[in-house]
């Protein structure tokens, strides 16, 4: 066990995403582990409200960029507080966190949970990627220097499976309007242009004509635009009852466990949540062969991965894994499998304490990996479960 690191988690957004579930998933799992944690964000922040028992503290703040009132008080505070490392997340933070550095030289380490095109990314102490695929895109695109950058896996919900599962299974099942006997396909996410439900509505007509007991259950937050063109889809194909929207869900794995195959049909994709926590509930995953996505999907192991906008090939692949039950449990068994070996939380949590310890030796000149006073904790005791059940927004 490494000594105690003072260390700060600074996220801006105020719902729930995939970076911030990551920043609370971390910031748990380091303070579990001793260490002085402080997660900077916004106040009546959705990540706010999940902190209560976790051992983390919170720090508000508006986090603005100009005037500098707040970017100096930040500085203020944590030279005082003598902290080893900033660590930020999404765009908002990243930018404040590359703006602290011209009033403290603490440093600043960021995770790369996106694949878009930023300047401030070269700028960063040490990059942490979320897949190999966005550390390449942020050696080639946003010239991140290769010896300073770093992929590490996301932290995933480890739930165990509970003996009553079946029975949990057929109550989410008719809780949400949906029948025992039904062949469940679930896609989880935001309903935005990126994850292209359109895709699996295109290809939803073929896939009923072999499986006629297929229904899609639709999760995540719904975006009013894209909603419109998917509504219209909707009618025009009278799918209103194969094709139905479900409420926010609080307890993904239970949700997870409910379907029978998980669709990720993105146009573009980072890395991708939902895949690895489908396996982590035993079911197989059809995903488009895009980004992250080709890091966690073995094509024809654990799920099928199909080109991006082919309803065609879509539809194939979901039929062929619904048709066949053997063939689904084999896959499943293989993406649990797959899941154990590459979500390693606890692994994870040590590797980016060892980034920060390098980081702060190289940039402060200071060795934080010996011991160091902190406060005594005043916390309860810290739970040993994952994070607090959420709301699914993505």
């Known amino acids: 066990m490494r000594p105690p690191m003072k ?45 209560p028992g976790t051992g983390v503290k919170f720090r508000c703040s508006d986090l603005k960029r100009w005037p ?3 970017l100096k008080a930040m500085a203020r505070w944590i030279e005082h507080e003598h902290i080893d490392i900033v660590h930020t997340h999404n765009t908002s933070g990243q930018i404040f966190g590359m703006m602290l550095k011209m009033f403290t030289e603490v440093p600043v380490v960021a995770t790369a949970h996106h694949n878009k095109l930023h300047a401030y990314w070269m700028m960063k102490d040490f990059v942490i ?14 010239r991140v220097r290769p010896h300073n950058i770093e992929t590490i896996r996301a932290l995933i919900d480890h739930a165990p499976i509970p003996r009553n599962s079946q029975q949990l299974r057929d109550r989410w099942r008719r809780e949400n309007g949906f029948t025992e006997s039904d062949k469940l396909i679930g896609i989880v996410g935001d309903v935005c242009p990126r994850k292209n439900h359109l ?34 889809r909707i009618d025009r194909q009278g799918l209103h009852n194969e094709f139905r929207f479900v409420d926010f869900q609080y307890d993904i794995p239970n949700m997870m466990r409910a379907i029978d195959l998980l669709v990720a049909c993105p146009t573009q994709e980072a890395f991708g949540l939902t895949p690895p926590e489908a396996m982590a509930a035993f079911k197989p ?9 080709i890091e966690s999907v073995v094509d024809g192991e654990t799920g099928y991965l199909v080109p991006s906008n082919n309803a065609t090939a879509l539809s194939a692949a979901v039929a062929t894994v619904l048709e066949n039950d053997d063939l689904a449990e084999q896959m499943g068994m293989a993406g649990r499998a797959r899941f154990l070996d590459m979500f390693d939380n606890h692994r994870n949590v040590i590797r980016h304490e060892e980034i920060y310890t390098e980081v702060a030796r190289r940039v402060l000149r200071r060795d934080v990996s010996k011991p160091v006073s902190l406060p005594k904790r005043t916390t309860a005791t810290l739970p040993t479960a994952g994070v607090p059940p959420m709301v699914y927004h993505r």
């Open 129 to 142: 990627a979320n897949s190999d695929h966005t550390r390449s895109i942020e050696i080639n695109w946003n």
């Open 285 to 293: 995953v059809v995903a488009t062969r895009v980004g992250g996505l």
């Open 68 to 70: 500098f009132h707040d």
């Open 7 to 51: 260390i700060v988690q600074l996220i801006s957004g105020f719902g729930v995403n995939g970076a911030i579930i990551q920043c609370l998933r971390l910031a748990e799992g380091l303070a579990r582990r001793g260490h002085d944690v402080t997660l900077v964000g916004r106040n009546n922040s959705w990540i706010q409200s999940q902190l």
């Open 199 to 232: 895709l699996l509505l295109k290809a939803l007509p073929e896939i009923l004509r072999r499986v006629p007991r297929a229904k899609v259950a639709v999760i995540g937050n719904r975006c009013p635009h894209y909603m419109k063109r998917v509504s219209r």
